[in-house]
């Protein structure tokens, strides 16, 4: 093609001839390869060889150091042991040589000491001995009288149980328990209807639930026996039954206490006494203080009772009060829980502040006294003293003045014989003339025997 040169011959001479070169080239290449691979796997396997040999020499070598080590150690170890064995044995006969040491230097304190403390034990248990006989001897009339005393009592007593456990063994030993949860229900009734709710009408309640519910089974099984033909009727037409004659029982329980009443105008004679119809009712359930008491804190104090009557007549108020009668006290007057309008008086005078509500688990104004106390009202604004402290408290101061310690004044007037007690208004201004044959009684039962009585109490 023109613009195209023509490449010069003298190259293509040149190709040609370097293939037989190239050729010879790698042909010496093989033949050397051949020769010296065998040579290098033989050296190699020779090589292979001496190291596998030193390897195994070193190992051979280390395993016996290793062997010689341990040998060198438990020989060491039991040489220890040996050690310590002689060094143990050694400490031990020091020791025991020093305990025989101790042992003999010491025994000869320990024998004067035994020698010594032997005749103060001897005595010791011999003056022990003798006390506890001397208090048997002494101590022997007393138990056999006492025994003697109380064999009647321990005989009774034996004779009640055996009767009770007797009542129980029979069939209607059931009507025992029912009549108890009838009391406590009555109770319960009669409490609430005169207080309201309180601590005492939940625990009777309790108490009456407890056994009718405990007892209510027992009571139709035996209902049951008795009358066969009651099984035939459904149970709850039986329960119900039941339930309806022991609520009956309760109701009529409550009004057990429910005397007869008295309606009319009445005045106030003293904090818990009212003038009705002819007749000195004592205000029932409530503790008038002392007519010498005082009320009232630091500088602002009053005579308690006189504030308690004073409260009562604006009770009454000149209208007509209706008193239910219970019981009476101890100087023969009737007990009453009295109302107006339907309003408890007794309650209110307790709520104000002025009297105190009678302790005990029948209590029926106990909640209307911690009501009053809570308030601060009437004479729980100071330190109040219940009547029975402050009587204690007279009588013992009573005590320290009085000859030999008798403080109850027995006086003889206009032919009578009365006596009188600490605490009480007339206590003061009482005289013991031995003259006119008055006299110091110690206890109203000895001043009782003597013949003298108590002295009225407003």
């Known amino acids: ?98 305990f025989e040491q101790l042992d003999a230097a010491t025994r000869p304190a320990r024998e004067r000491l035994r020698a010594i403390t032997t005749p103060v034990w001897q005595l010791l248990r011999t003056a022990t001995e003798f006390v506890l006989q001397t208090l048997d001897t002494a101590t022997r009339p007393v138990r056999e009288t006492l025994g003697a005393a109380t064999a009647p009592v321990r005989q009774r007593l034996r004779t009640a149980t055996d009767w009770l456990s007797g009542l129980l063994a029979r069939p209607n030993a059931i009507l025992l328990p029912v009549a108890a949860g009838t009391m406590a229900l009555g109770i319960a009734v009669g409490r609430y209807r005169g207080t309201g709710l309180d601590g005492e009408v939940i625990v009777m309640t309790m108490i009456g639930g407890v056994l009718m519910t405990a007892l209510l089974p027992m009571t139709l099984r035996g209902l049951t026996d008795r009358f066969p033909r009651l099984a035939r009727l459904p149970v709850r037409v039986v329960q119900a039954a039941v339930v309806v004659v022991l609520a009956t029982g309760a109701a009529w329980f409550a009004g057990l206490g429910t005397g007869k009443e008295v309606v009319g105008p009445a005045s106030a004679a003293a904090g818990d006494l009212l003038k009705l119809g002819g007749m000195t009712v004592r205000l029932a359930g409530i ?4 007519r010498e008491q005082r009320c009232g804190k630091d500088n602002n104090k009053w005579r308690c009772a006189d504030a308690a009557q004073s409260a009562l007549s604006r009770v009454l108020g000149g209208r007509s009060v209706r008193c239910r009668l219970s019981g009476s006290d101890e100087a023969g007057r009737p007990l009453g829980y009295c109302s107006i309008d339907g309003v408890d008086i007794n309650a209110q005078l307790v709520r104000q502040g002025y009297v105190f509500a009678q302790v005990g688990l029948f209590a029926r104004y106990g909640a209307q006294e911690r009501e009053a106390r809570n308030a601060k009202a009437g004479m729980w604004i100071g330190d109040a003293q219940r009547p029975e402290e402050f009587r204690a408290k007279a009588w013992e101061e009573a005590k320290r003045r009085a000859p030999d310690g008798c403080p109850i004044k027995g006086q003889v007037t206009s032919g009578e014989r009365v006596y009188v007690l600490p605490g009480t208004p007339a206590y003061e201004r009482a005289r013991v003339l031995a003259s006119r044959g008055d006299r110091w009684f110690c206890s109203e039962r000895e001043a009782a025997s003597a013949g003298f009585r108590a002295a009225q109490r407003s």
């Open 287 to 290: 503790d008038v203080p002392e």
């Open 1 to 98: 093609m023109p613009g195209r040169s023509k490449k010069p011959e003298g190259n293509n001479n040149v190709g040609a001839g370097s293939k037989p070169r190239t050729e010879q080239i790698r042909r010496r290449v093989h033949d050397a390869r051949r020769t010296v691979v065998p040579r290098i796997h033989a050296v190699g396997s020779v090589t292979a060889g001496h190291l596998r040999a030193g390897g195994a020499a070193l190992l051979g070598g280390v395993g016996g150091g290793v062997a010689a080590a341990m040998t060198i150690a438990q020989r060491m170890f039991n040489g220890l042991a040996v050690v310590t064995a002689i060094f143990r044995a050694k400490l031990k006969a020091a020791t025991g040589w020093v």
